[in-house]
């Protein structure tokens, strides 16, 4: 089968899929960038030269960038398939996040859900997203969470100790200030100054980064970001992964963190308590003395909590998982 890959954001989660449709299919992809008219207008091209060939359309995010290809699809009576998560689903105005607010974006989005033939969340959490924010229907909904590939090179989970890192990744901007409760983790930092607070992530020098360094002690450590592998690697040494945001459709950070034996702190928000289940600690969004409290018991865990939570991400999210069900999606959908 032949397949024009759709996205507008080259992150870990996207070259995976398409990595895995790649094993079993001949997949062309189209990043479409609208940074400016000329790239708008060469994506223009790319769409419909791309649909016109394929005979699958299977975009990332139901967002403006999937809306031609899916227009010319349908036209050509070619099947689409959508991968839901996060930012198209979202409705939150209390932190002015989300396509699915009143206004264009919600308009596109949910012409892009309707046109497609199957709507793929990344969790449950992000099934009810879909179906109440953005009128997706039910029927057309199969859920196929992220999957973590198993480290080739993984360091035993042993009792050796480990560092006194907390860690939590995100790119650093004023909407993941709040979104991923950036400024919540710095401040509690002074709680811990035993501890190093690690932010990776990319960032700007503007003011977002500016007013993270403002209320951030000095044992808040904000070197920017890691490459995958690096990144990874440097997860086997961290004693707790903190995730405090207010909104995740998913995670993978947190997944990949809990599979390299990092004992899981994170908030009652999205689909956080999902992807922890009961190998970590869930607590109350933006209750900062019973965050504090969770990872002091983090901290002070023992083996058998760092291979609980490596063990619920290996039997619970294996990559191997995810790509069986994407590919027989592909199979009974190109039917």
Excluded at 62 to 78: D, E, Q, T
Aim: proline share 6%.
């Amino acid at each position: 089968m032949k397949i024009l890959f759709v996205h507008n954001h080259p992150a870990t989660f996207t070259r995976i899929d398409q990595e895995i449709l790649s094993s079993q299919h001949v997949v062309r992809e189209l990043y479409v960038r609208h940074a400016d008219l000329w790239q708008l207008f060469l994506a223009t091209l790319a769409a419909i030269r791309g649909v016109f060939w394929c005979d699958l359309v299977f975009a990332w995010f139901g967002a403006f960038h999937a809306l031609l290809p899916f227009l010319v699809a349908k036209w050509l009576n070619k099947p689409c398939i959508v991968v839901s998560s996060g930012y198209d689903v979202a409705n939150e105005p209390e932190i002015n996040y989300g396509n699915m607010r009143p206004g264009p974006r919600r308009w596109i989005g949910r012409w892009v859900f309707r046109l497609a033939d199957q709507v793929l969340p990344v969790s449950q959490f992000a099934s009810c997203e879909a179906t109440a924010n953005a009128g997706v229907n039910p029927q057309k909904v199969r859920v196929i969470p992220h999957g973590v590939a198993l480290a080739e090179k993984a360091i035993p989970i042993d009792s050796a100790p480990r560092q006194r890192f907390i860690l939590t990744v995100g790119g650093i901007n004023e909407i993941t200030l709040e979104r991923k409760g950036l400024l919540h983790f710095a401040r509690l930092a002074a709680l811990f100054p035993d501890c190093i607070f690690w932010i990776i992530g990319s960032y700007k020098e503007d003011e977002a980064i500016r007013r993270l360094r403002e209320i951030a002690p000095p044992n808040v450590l904000i070197p920017g970001p890691m490459n995958y592998d690096d990144l990874r690697r440097f997860m086997q040494t961290v004693s707790v992964y903190v995730q405090l945001s207010y909104y995740e459709s998913f995670c993978m950070s947190l997944a990949e963190a809990m599979l390299a034996g990092c004992v899981p702190v994170v908030v009652n928000r999205g689909a956080l308590p999902e992807v922890v289940g009961d190998a970590g600690y869930v607590v109350p969004y933006g209750d900062l003395p019973q965050i504090a409290e969770a990872i002091r018991s983090a901290l002070s865990a023992d083996v058998q909590a760092r291979q609980r939570a490596s063990q619920r991400i290996a039997t619970v999210f294996p990559l191997e998982e995810r790509a069986r069900l994407l590919l027989r999606t592909l199979e009974e959908i190109g039917k």
